[in-house]
């Protein structure tokens, strides 16, 4: 998902004066990652609590 170079520029603007380049790529990371899952959201590709517990009981076995 694309990401505006104004919305990187207002999300810079909230960083701190200082900030490790790991840090910052991390960030972009995280923003990528939430827009991703609000889109799977909005177009209904989710799972209730109860699917993911009854796919994933097996592998605590």
Same mark, same amino acid.
């Given at each position: 998902?694309?990401?505006?170079?104004?919305?990187?520029? %207002?999300?810079?603007?909230?960083?701190?004066?200082?900030?490790?380049?790991? %840090?910052?790529? &991390?960030?972009? &990371?995280?923003?990528?990652?939430?827009?991703?899952?609000?889109?799977?959201?909005?177009?209904?590709?989710?799972?209730?609590? %109860?699917?993911?517990?009854?796919?994933?009981?097996?592998?605590?076995?």
């Amino acid at each position: 998902m694309p990401i505006t170079k104004q919305q990187v520029i %207002e999300m810079i603007k909230d960083l701190p004066e200082q900030i490790d380049i790991e %840090e910052l790529m &991390y960030r972009l &990371y995280l923003r990528q990652k939430i827009e991703a899952a609000e889109e799977d959201v909005r177009a209904g590709r989710l799972l209730s609590h %109860e699917e993911v517990v009854g796919e994933t009981s097996e592998w605590f076995k």
